[in-house]
């Protein structure tokens, strides 16, 4: 028996083991776990107390199997599963309502908060957004869009706030990659915005988001 486990059940002993593993970092997000082999070995369990813990971890959205690639991490502690299952229920109407508050928000604490670093990172992901655009590479366009959108939430230095978001826009980047056509004329990488921030101009931030939310509710159909 591993000297890591204690006198509590061993299926609550290695479900604690096994989410350490997960927030510390030493899973990351999106990766496959070891193998049932490798973590009995570890652990000096059976198979059985391995799949009790492991199926608890998948109750909770921390886990999930997948038929021919294995187990693999979905969130990285129990508040982030909670929030991702109650997101998987709200309506995309919902969802857009929310993002519409917190990237306000962020549009005008990243106003008051950004630094210089900040803003560089944020033009060059803007500039990348554009180019994908020039070369109607959708794909490329959505991981920049994200990625900027991140980078804007970084600004704000509200590390909640950008927890709550990157939840968010997890859950809509499928919606978003479906619906995006690309046009050449079009202005894309949210060059105004960047501005205002820049400028520190928090009024006209807020006017911008309400422009570009508007403009994604009406892509996808979503009513008022």
């Not at 083991?17 to 927030?23: A, E, P, R, S």
């Not at 210089?116 to 500039?127: A, G, P, V, Y």
């Not at 809509?172 to 479906?178: F, L, P, Q, T």
């Not at 004329?185 to 931030?205: F, K, M, P, V, W």
Request: aromatic share 4%.
């Amino acid at each position: 028996m591993s000297a890591q486990l204690d006198r509590k059940p061993l299926a609550e002993q290695v479900y604690d083991l096994l989410l350490k593993k997960i927030t510390s970092g030493a899973w990351p997000l999106h990766s496959k776990i070891p193998s049932e082999k490798s973590l009995m070995g570890e652990f000096g369990i059976s198979r059985n107390t391995l799949r009790e813990a492991i199926r608890a971890l998948v109750h909770v959205g921390i886990l999930e199997v997948r038929q021919g690639a294995g187990t693999i991490v979905l969130a990285n502690d129990e508040w982030s599963a909670s929030l991702q299952r109650r997101i998987a229920k709200s309506s995309l109407g919902e969802i857009f309502e929310v993002r519409h508050a917190l990237e306000t928000e962020i549009a005008v604490l990243a106003c008051k908060r950004r630094t210089n670093e900040d803003l560089k990172t944020c033009l060059i992901l803007s500039k990348q957004c554009i180019s994908a655009v020039q070369n109607q590479d959708v794909a490329k366009f959505v991981k920049s869009d994200t990625a900027l959108h991140e980078a804007i939430a970084k600004a704000s230095h509200n590390s909640l706030l950008v927890d709550l978001y990157g939840r968010l826009l997890e859950e809509i980047e499928v919606s978003i990659y479906s619906t995006t056509v690309l046009e050449k004329d079009s202005t894309y990488g949210h060059t105004s915005l960047l501005q205002a921030i820049e400028a520190r101009d928090a009024e006209r931030a807020k006017q911008e988001v309400d422009i570009y939310i508007t403009a994604y509710k009406q892509k996808l159909k979503i009513e008022e």
